[in-house]
C-alpha cells in the first residue's frame, strides 16, 4: 500500500497545522484559489448575461480549478524534489498542512468564545459574523451558542476529515502522493463556498461547484459520521438519528455531518436563521436533551480531534502492518 514516505509527511502536515495551523498574511493555496475564482466571476458576469452560458462557464471553472489545482501541486513537488529531495518534503508538508484546518477551525470558535467570556455580547457578535453568513447583530448568548456549534460541525468534515481522507486516497496511490487530491478537495470546497449559492447571480455560474462539492464530500462525510458514532459507543443510535433528522436537510452532507455531532453531544441545533433580514428556517437537528454551552463547542472540537487522530493513526498503523506481514512470512517459511 502506502510507503514510510507518505505516512510522515501526513504525521508531520498535522503536527505542523496542530502547531502554527494558518498564520494571518502568510501565502496560502486557497487565497490563490479565491482570487482565480474571484477573478473569473467578475470576467463571466460582465460579458456572459445567457443562461446557458453561464451554466457552461460554471462547468468550465469548476473542472478546470479543481484539475489545475492537483496538476499544480503535484509539480510544485516534483519541482522541489528535482531541487532537493528533503526540499520536496518540506515542501509537501507544508502543501498539506494548508489542506488541513482543524487549527483554524478551533480559532475561530475560541475567538468567538474569548469574546463572550468578557461578557461583551456585541463584540462577540461581530467577531462571530466574520465565520457565518448569517445575520449577527441580534442574536441571543444561547444563539450565538448555536451559530458556532453548527459552524464548527459542518466544518469539520469540510475542512478537516475530507481533506484528510483525500490526501490518504492520494498516498495509497502510485506517483501520486498526499498533497494533489486534498488539493483537488480544497479547491472544490472553496469554489462551493463562493460561487455555490441556489440565490442569485451565482445560480447559473455556481451549480455545477455545489453539485461538484456534494459529491466529492459524500464518502469522507459518511465515515466522518460512522467514527463518531463508534467514538461515542452507540452506533446504531447516532446512525438512526442521522437517518431521522439529517435527511430533511437540503444539503446531502452538512446535515449529516451536523445532526451526529448534535446526536453525540444530545443537542439540538437547527432552527430559524436571519440571512440579510430574511428569516429561513433551518431543520431541526438532534434531540433538545442539553442546552448548547461553551463546553458543548469544545467537546465537538475535541470529537474532531479525537477522529483526525484516529484516521491518521489506522493510516499510519496500515504501513507498518503492511511491512511487517510479508517479513512474518518470510520467517515462517523458514
Known amino acids: 500500500m502506502m510507503t514510510n514516505q507518505p505516512q510522515t509527511i501526513l504525521f508531520l502536515a498535522a503536527v505542523l497545522d496542530y502547531l502554527i495551523g494558518d498564520p494571518w498574511g502568510w501565502p496560502h493555496p486557497v487565497r490563490v484559489m479565491g482570487w482565480i475564482i474571484s477573478q473569473f466571476s467578475k470576467f463571466t458576469f460582465k460579458y456572459c448575461k445567457n443562461k446557458v452560458v453561464l451554466r457552461c462557464a460554471g462547468?468550465?471553472?469548476?473542472?478546470?480549478?479543481?484539475?489545475?489545482?492537483?496538476?499544480?501541486?503535484?509539480?510544485?513537488?516534483q519541482a522541489a524534489n528535482c531541487v532537493h529531495p528533503l526540499l520536496g518534503i518540506t515542501v509537501e508538508i507544508i502543501l498539506l498542512a494548508s489542506c488541513f484546518a482543524g487549527r483554524s477551525l478551533r480559532a475561530a470558535a475560541e475567538d468567538v468564545l474569548n469574546h463572550d467570556n468578557t461578557g461583551d455580547i456585541v463584540a462577540a457578535r461581530t467577531k462571530l459574523s466574520q465565520y457565518v453568513g448569517r445575520d449577527t447583530e441580534n442574536l441571543s448568548q444561547s444563539e450565538i451558542y448555536r451559530a458556532v456549534l453548527e459552524t464548527v460541525t459542518e466544518n469539520a468534515t469540510d475542512a478537516v476529515m475530507a481533506p484528510l481522507f483525500y490526501s490518504l486516497v492520494g498516498a495509497a496511490i502510485p506517483g501520486v502522493g498526499c498533497v494533489?487530491?486534498?488539493?483537488?478537495?480544497?479547491?472544490?470546497s472553496t469554489l462551493d463556498s463562493m460561487v455555490?449559492?441556489?440565490?442569485a447571480p451565482y445560480t447559473d455560474l455556481g451549480w455545477f461547484s455545489a453539485?461538484?462539492?456534494?459529491?466529492?464530500?459524500?464518502?469522507?462525510?459518511?465515515?466522518?459520521?460512522?467514527?463518531?458514532?463508534?467514538?461515542?459507543?452507540k452506533p446504531l443510535h447516532i446512525w438512526s438519528m442521522c437517518q431521522r433528522d439529517a435527511i430533511k436537510d437540503p444539503s446531502p452532507n452538512s446535515g449529516w455531518s451536523e445532526c451526529a455531532y448534535a446526536a453525540v453531544l444530545g443537542v439540538q441545533v437547527g432552527g430559524i436563521n436571519y440571512y440579510r433580514g430574511v428569516?429561513?428556517?433551518?431543520?431541526?437537528?438532534?434531540?433538545?436533551?442539553h442546552p448548547i454551552t461553551k463546553e458543548t463547542i469544545l467537546q465537538?472540537?475535541?470529537?474532531?480531534?479525537?477522529?483526525?487522530?484516529?484516521?491518521?493513526?489506522?493510516?499510519?498503523?496500515s504501513t507498518f502492518f503492511d511491512h511487517q506481514l510479508p517479513l512474518a512470512f518470510v520467517h515462517l517459511s523458514f
Request: with cysteine.
Open 300 to 317: 465537538a472540537l475535541q470529537l474532531t480531534r479525537y477522529a483526525f487522530l484516529i484516521w491518521l493513526g489506522l493510516a499510519i498503523a
Open 180 to 188: 494533489p487530491l486534498a488539493l483537488a478537495y480544497k479547491a472544490a
Open 196 to 199: 455555490g449559492y441556489r440565490e
Open 59 to 77: 462547468i468550465l471553472l469548476g473542472i478546470t480549478l479543481v484539475i489545475g489545482s492537483a496538476i499544480a501541486g503535484w509539480l510544485i513537488v
Open 211 to 233: 453539485k461538484q462539492d456534494d459529491i466529492f464530500t459524500w464518502v469522507p462525510c459518511r465515515l466522518t459520521v460512522i467514527t463518531l458514532a463508534l467514538l461515542a459507543r
Open 279 to 289: 428569516a429561513k428556517h433551518k431543520p431541526l437537528l438532534g434531540d433538545d436533551l
